[in-house]
């Protein structure tokens, strides 16, 4: 069971996470080389997070320092920090992804508008790419497609999504 | 995207674990002077990352459903403080869940809640997830929600039926990965020692976490078979599973257990048949094996239910047992017991129940039996009669069953059922 101050730091820990989540899970995508990777990443990230949250620093900044040094261990365990980008970029991109202001509810809500207004076989494709489990040679080979193509068309659908996410928001800040 | 498509092609690649050293390099410098494509390149991030945790599995059909689970999302984080546990909260976004079922746990049948982690101290829960599985838990237990498609039992059991709406579904321990073909199976792990799988229909692919790896399941279960994987050893077959209700789902461990175990002679290293223990289930309709669960015990027609044999513990077999010339199965019993062999009466009696067992002149009807297998002499659906024997043993002990085939038996014949009711 969780005492009261326990509670009172969960809480205040889960408003501010939840708030930069999706910033978050953006810039620790941009570091590491693959979804999984992504992923496993942002868990870990949100362990160390929970394990250390006191509330003396700036939650966003402090959370992105974190991510970052979560990604590069991660890579580096794996071997695979080869394909890394340096230092310098990596503080560019950390820079650029804390800039943007919006709150992970807005870019989510936007995203999720973006993909209802897909023409239907274009949001069912990245509905099935993206459910758990999926693997991509054996959805083309259903779909009659090679792989490549495959990922020509999510390569393009995710750059219409994300064209289609950056107005929204613009326009929602234009109106604000 | 304001990038040339040279650039985002090497986004893509880069992103995809597909780009080559050098190729990564040149996208790396092309973002040291290009605020452009960092814009660009972090907004394909961020929409990436972003379908990956909103896309849930697609609900089959069953549409207006959906917008159900969607509109309880904005709750979610007020949710999980209210109702379920936040050991591993970050695991994932709150998944949405609709209780179907609850014993002695402070949720009602029909709430609907977001949870990343359920702990329970006891009692039962049973939910359905947005992508159709339905899960039981047993407390103690705690099982984190990663997805509707994904949970990680961090301890005690679950058991999920996955229907036809979601296949592909994944239980997670500290040990092991089970993946669902279609099915209902149960998992039961304790504290980062072992876990036990077990299933009841279709099959599931169970990933030691060594060989999640190669991808390559260490063993495919089906139907009937039962087997505990340790983090060393290679998966060895689960002789005995409790049951519950339908033999259907997995039940707690009790003190109180007339038997406490129940094991064979089989030594085939590919056999996995479990015996399931269903404490006091003996009943109309109560199952009669661990596979093909179509086949229930019933009464004599125009009979009811013989009183001496109702809320007897049944010991499930499997079918394929009738055809063991040599098999033994050995219970073990707790307390003095009233053990109860239940005959096909078409076959001779074995000589090992002549000697130790006694006619009880009672008789049950397991069925229907389909077109498969059909034994001699049985209509398509038909039942099958058993006479029921007994034999009291006064003390704790080993009780030993034989094959249900005389010497001079014939193939076609049901297998024996077995039950065990404390002797008064």
């Known amino acids: 069971m969780m005492t009261a101050a326990e509670n009172d730091r969960h809480d205040r820990f889960l408003r501010l996470y939840v708030e930069h989540e999706e910033a978050l899970r953006g810039f620790v995508r941009s570091l590491v080389p693959t979804l999984e990777d992504a992923r496993e990443v942002m868990q870990q990230t949100a362990a160390v997070l929970w394990r250390k949250f006191d509330d003396s620093a700036d939650f966003r900044p402090w959370a992105f320092g974190v991510a970052k040094f979560e990604a590069l261990a991660f890579l580096r365990d794996r071997a695979r920090d080869r394909h890394v980008f340096g230092d310098e970029v990596m503080a560019l991109l950390e820079a650029e992804a804390m800039e943007a202001a919006r709150s992970s509810e807005q870019e989510e809500r936007a995203l999720e508008q973006c993909l209802q207004k897909l023409p239907v076989a274009q949001r069912e494709l990245v509905e099935t790419a993206y459910a758990p489990g999926v693997r991509m040679d054996e959805l083309a080979r259903s779909a009659g497609r090679t792989p490549m193509a495959l990922y020509k068309s999510l390569h393009r659908i995710r750059m219409t999504l994300a064209d289609c996410v950056q107005l929204t928001l613009n326009q929602k800040e234009e109106r604000a | 995207m304001k990038s040339s498509d040279t650039q985002m092609e090497l986004v893509r690649r880069y992103l995809g674990g597909e780009a080559t050293l050098e190729e990564a390099r040149k996208l790396e410098s092309m973002l040291a002077v290009d605020a452009q494509l960092r814009r660009d390149y972090l907004a394909y991030a961020r929409v990436e990352a972003g379908l990956s945790s909103k896309v849930r599995p697609k609900l089959v059909k069953a549409a207006p459903r959906r917008s ?4 309880w999302r904005p709750l979610a984080a007020a949710a999980v403080v209210i109702g379920c546990g936040m050991a591993a909260w970050w695991q994932s976004t709150a998944v949405a869940i609709e209780v179907l079922a609850a014993k002695e746990v402070n949720f009602r049948s029909g709430d609907r809640l977001s949870c990343r982690t359920i702990e329970l101290e006891g009692g039962e829960l049973t939910f359905r997830l947005s992508s159709g599985a339905v899960v039981d838990l047993a407390g103690p237990a705690s099982l984190a929600l990663l997805s509707p498609m994904h949970v990680r039992l961090a301890g005690g059991q679950v058991t999920v039926d996955v229907g036809d709406q979601a296949k592909g579904f994944v239980v997670d321990t500290t040990t092991a990965r089970v993946v669902d073909l ?30 999640l790896a190669d991808r390559k399941p260490d063993v495919k279960l089906v139907e009937g078979e039962a087997v505990r994987l340790d983090k060393s050893h290679a998966p060895t077959r689960l002789k005995m599973i409790r049951v519950g209700e339908g033999g259907q789902k997995l039940a707690a461990h009790s003190h109180a257990d007339v038997v406490s175990g129940v094991t064979d002679n089989v030594i085939e290293d590919s056999f996995r048949g479990f015996y399931g223990l269903m404490r006091g289930g003996l009943a109309e309709g109560s199952p009669v094996y661990t596979s093909g669960h179509t086949r229930t015990w019933h009464s004599m027609p125009g009979e009811t239910f013989p009183v001496e044999l109702l809320g007897a513990d049944v010991i499930c077999t499997f079918s394929q047992d009738r055809r063991q010339p040599d098999l033994e199965i050995s219970l073990m019993v707790e307390r003095a017991s009233d053990v109860f062999v239940m005959l096909d009466t078409r076959a001779a009696i074995p000589e090992w129940v002549q000697r130790e067992f006694s006619d009880t002149g009672l008789h049950l009807r397991s069925g229907p039996w389909g077109v498969l297998p059909t034994p001699t002499g049985v209509e398509e659906n038909g039942y099958v009669t058993h006479a029921v024997w ?12 034989g094959s249900p085939e005389s010497a001079s038996g014939r193939m076609w014949t049901a297998m024996y059922g077995i039950a065990v009711k404390e002797h008064r």
């Open chain 2, 68 to 71: 159900v689970w969607l509109s």
């Open chain 2, 182 to 211: 279609g099915t209902r199976f149960g998992v039961s792990t304790g504290v980062a020692t072992s876990t036990d799988v077990a299933v009841f229909g279709g099959s599931v692919e169970v990933y030691t976490l060594g060989a």
């Open chain 2, 390 to 401: 007994k034999k009291t043993v006064m003390q704790p002990g080993v009780v030993t069953l």
